[in-house]
């Protein structure tokens, strides 16, 4: 079974930075996307990154370009979000999520595209 588990949510100053892990566990396609989402307190998640598990391409929304990276290490075992320069804009719940995807349509990095959400982290950026 698909699993994804967010840590590494805090309290950051703004202009701090943070760095979001999602351990993964259960996946057997070789063709997935791990989406990294926000969801600030009384709105709907948006994306803040993107990253194609199989060729590593990345895709980050404008608000957060230059400043947050998505990444991950050799087993794939693990997907980490670092977030640098955060603005108080940025506090909310994070969730990481996978989508699994058919090569020839690719992934769509979107809400309603995601198959497995983790349970989120809580990030607060505040004086």
């Known amino acids: 079974q698909l699993q994804l588990v967010e840590s590494g949510g805090d309290l950051v100053q703004p202009g701090g930075s943070l760095r979001l892990s999602c351990a993964l566990s259960?996946?057997?396609?070789?063709?997935?996307?791990i989406g990294w989402f926000r969801q600030a307190p009384e709105k709907g998640r948006e994306g803040v990154s993107c990253l194609i598990m199989n060729d590593f391409t990345t895709y980050y929304p404008d608000s957060v370009k230059d400043r947050f990276i998505v990444s991950t290490e050799g087993a794939k075992h693990t997907v980490y979000l670092q977030m640098n320069i955060l603005k108080p804009e940025a506090t909310g719940i994070y969730y990481c999520?996978?989508?699994?995807?058919?090569?020839?349509?690719?992934?769509?990095?979107?809400?309603?595209?995601?198959?497995?959400w983790g349970r989120g982290t809580q990030v607060n950026v505040s004086t």
């Open positions: 999520a996978a989508e699994v995807f058919n090569t020839e349509v690719g992934a769509s990095c979107q809400v309603d595209g995601v198959d497995f």
């Open positions: 259960g996946f057997t396609s070789d063709y997935y996307a």
